[in-house]
């Protein structure tokens, strides 16, 4: 299997309306596979506009925000590409569309790295911060897993949060709870 990196990837269409949307980069190579699945404002945007940013962050609450209706993240502008980046962004990728494999389910666009840039020092591993991201999946897969299993493993999860959060993961996973409990109507 390759590696996959959890980033805020961000797009734009033709218009220059921004669109930020937690993916997972697939490595391949040098490059990087965006491959987001159908319908998607990503796949739309990539078609209309090959560039996109890939940002790096461990402010968990912008990947639970987007799950959670909260995708209205402060951007700024990249160096190189026409699609801006992340603003609290730890470091960021600029990447260009250089081929694109389509699929009706899932279509891959191979992206090559025009810029990478780094802007605050890596601070360390959190278990909160990890705890939150795994979270988040679960959330985006609340309609296609069993109750059981979200609930055993979200109560896992739970323990790295009472642990070792600060104040940013307590605020995700509060956001990611409700939407849990208003999903199964509790
Ligand atoms: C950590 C993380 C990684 C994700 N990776 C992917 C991915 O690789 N492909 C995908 O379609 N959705 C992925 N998702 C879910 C998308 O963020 C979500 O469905 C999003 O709305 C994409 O659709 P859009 O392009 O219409 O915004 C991921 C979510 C999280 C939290």
Known sequence: MP????????TTDSEGRVHIAPIGLIAEDDDWIIAPFRPSTTVDNLMAVPFATASHTDDVRVFAGCLTGRR??????????????LAGALAHAELA?????????????RCCVVRLTSHVPF????RAKAAVLEATILVSRLKMLPRE??????????????????????????????????????
């Open 3 to 10: 590696m996959i990196r959890e980033t805020i990837v961000i």
């Open 149 to 186: 299993r979200i609930e055993r493993e979200l109560n896992y999860l739970q323990s790295a949060v009472d642990k070792t959060a600060g104040p940013q993961e307590f605020e995700a996973w509060t956001w990611l709870m409700e939407k849990v409990r208003s999903h199964f109507g509790g």
């Open 97 to 109: 569309v250089t081929g694109m494999t389509d699929d009706p389910q899932r279509p891959r666009f």
């Open 72 to 85: 209205d993240w402060p951007t700024v502008v990249s160096e190189e590409v026409p699609v801006p980046r």
């Open 123 to 126: 601070q360390g591993f959190n």
